[in-house]
């Protein structure tokens, strides 16, 4: 089997690169095909592997400045044909399922979200903060952008959500069905302490960005007066500190070694946004604390309320306090929410990538539909 890997693009760190991370190991051998790759960002490794980049790769400031150049991508992405592969398996948010193949070929889309901007642009527009003319050139772009990638979906032999929430959009704005197949968390580097280490402090860990919602939690601790500390870095910052009571501590970065250690001791972490999947609850669980998630998004798939955490129903601070302040973390088996977390693990993840692509190609091979249910997303429906 000849497979090639897509990915969007190459010039920062997030959850996509985690996904491709552990698919890069699965599959070895395969080229990764990208539309730019700035390698003095990326981690060193990334230099041992196949990176093939588009003709965009060499337009000015591309590497910092990716974004103003919006309308190519479609184009560039479009011209991509690749004809001397099996299986091509695009890891997307942006437009690399726009690329080309064989007529014969599997494309597989593992669709981490139908592109935010051009489907969900009021709420982009929103959580990033952009001005006015911003938002004025946008909107008749978005017109053709919604056409192409409405087009460029239906080249696509298989896609695979990341969540239910985003099998929903893939539906609503795409018209396909999908599978779901949940991102791969490393959960081995989490365990739970004994009950008597666990401390006062509830938790955040994320980036400090608007759509995060982590001002909810901040207006809630300050106004209960509960500990909270936030670990992460990001524009929205100083915003936050100015609504921050004496109760909720500002830790900045906090490097990867220490984040076990900080998981398991909190009483709770804290989910206040709606995300389409979320790595950070299934750590929290995987060091056998329970979650605090607004009731949406990628949440719904990862906690169990009254099991595994408890869910707040509007994205309110009143909403968030009238869970948070009746909340006993230690109602909860850690062990239990450990275990529970443990079906999200990066080596559940392989195992379901590799059989979907097996059964895909014995479906063509036999002419016939195809469709995988994967177990976790079985067991919550």
Not at 17 to 36: G, K
Not at 242 to 262: H, I, K, M, N, R
Request: include cysteine; proline fraction near 6%; charged fraction near 20%.
């Amino acid at each position: 089997m000849k497979l090639a890997l897509a990915h969007d693009w190459l010039n920062q760190m997030g959850g996509a690169e985690d996904v491709l991370e552990v698919l890069a190991r699965q599959y070895p051998a395969s080229p990764i095909f990208t539309s730019m790759y700035a390698p003095t960002v990326m981690p060193p490794h990334y230099g041992n592997w196949d990176i093939r980049t588009l003709w965009l790769d060499k337009l000015p400031a591309i590497h910092r400045r990716h974004q103003m150049y919006l309308p190519l991508y479609p184009l560039a992405w479009g011209d991509l044909r690749l004809r001397y592969y099996d299986v091509i398996l695009s890891n997307k948010s942006g437009f690399c399922h726009g690329l080309r193949c064989n007529p014969q070929a599997l494309h597989i889309c593992y669709c981490l979200t139908p592109t935010r901007y051009v489907w969900q642009l009021d709420e982009y527009l929103a959580g990033e903060g952009l001005g006015k003319l911003t938002e004025h050139l946008l909107r008749p772009l978005m017109v053709w952008l919604r056409r192409w990638d409405y087009a460029a979906a239906q080249r696509v032999s298989h896609f695979i959500a990341i969540s239910s929430a985003v099998q929903a959009r893939i539906r609503r704005f795409y018209q396909r069905e999908s599978s779901i197949i949940h991102p791969p968390v490393d959960t081995s580097r989490f365990q739970p302490c004994s009950t008597g280490d666990v401390q006062e402090y509830y938790l955040i860990v994320s980036r400090l960005v608007p759509y995060k919602r982590i001002d909810l939690a901040v207006r809630a601790a300050s106004e209960l007066g509960l500990p909270l500390k936030i670990a992460g870095s990001g524009r929205d910052l100083a915003r936050l500190k100015s609504l921050a009571g004496e109760t909720v501590e500002f830790l900045g970065y906090v490097p990867d070694a220490d984040l076990p250690p900080l998981m398991a001791q909190c009483r709770a972490l804290l989910f206040p946004g709606l995300e389409d999947f979320g790595i950070t609850p299934v750590q929290a669980q995987a060091a056998g604390r329970p979650v605090i998630a607004y009731r949406g998004g990628g949440a719904l798939d990862t906690v169990t309320e009254g099991v595994t955490g408890a869910f707040f129903d509007q994205l309110t601070a009143h909403s968030l306090k009238a869970v948070w302040r009746n909340f006993d973390a230690f109602a909860y088996n850690p062990q239990q929410i450990r275990s529970h977390a443990r079906q999200f693990d990066t080596s559940a993840f392989c195992r379901r990538i590799s059989a979907f692509i097996d059964g895909a190609r014995a479906a063509q091979r036999e002419n016939r539909d195809y469709h995988y249910d994967d177990p976790v997303a079985k067991a919550k429906r």
